[in-house]
């Protein structure tokens, strides 16, 4: 089953510094990752599932657009190119798997694409804290399925992983 998901490629291309000639095909399993691991993880599955029904049936309007658009998006766009910067030099092929090399480009290391996650956790973190302190104040006037996760369902973390510091 297909997932439906809270950006387009285009969404992540314009807003990072995800060059637009990147092809979709590479990045568009980590948009999927980073809206199940880490969205749902703030939204509960209840809120989750209305959302995805919502954009499915083209009728994502009001309060939800709003709540997208504001603070899901970004969020996700984010944690997205933490999912994704790994895994961008290289790829997998009949042959074995390889890392990519530009003959006028330097490629960066270890410690560099450690710095460019950090920048999108701490950027992902910061939309996640706005997102749950939103929550905090107009959740059972707007949103009731946020407080509605039972079971099995994902309950919504409502205290976002902190920016650490590394001395």
């Known amino acids: 089953m297909a997932t439906t998901l809270f950006i387009t490629p285009i969404d992540l291309k314009s807003n990072t510094i995800l060059n637009g000639n990147v092809d979709t095909d590479l990045f568009l399993n980590f948009i999927k990752i980073a ?3 880490h969205v749902q993880n703030y939204l509960g599955t209840q809120l989750y599932n209305t959302i995805t029904d919502k954009i499915t ?4 309007s009001g309060d939800y657009l709003d709540l997208v658009k504001d603070y899901v998006q970004p969020m996700l766009i984010h944690f997205a190119m933490v999912d994704y910067l790994p895994f ?3 790829q997998i092929r009949n042959g074995g798997v390889f890392k990519h090399r530009s003959e006028n480009a330097e490629s960066t290391t270890k410690d560099e694409l450690d710095i460019l996650v950090q920048k999108h956790r701490a950027f992902g973190d910061f ?3 706005r997102f749950v302190d939103y929550m905090g104040i107009y959740a059972s006037q707007k949103f009731p399925e946020y407080w509605e996760n039972q079971n099995a369902d994902m309950f919504p973390d409502r205290k976002p992983n902190p920016v650490s510091w590394v001395l």
């Open 127 to 129: 939309y996640a804290q």
């Open 57 to 60: 049936n083209n009728t994502l």
């Open 88 to 90: 961008a030099n290289y």
């Open 35 to 37: 809206q199940q691991m």
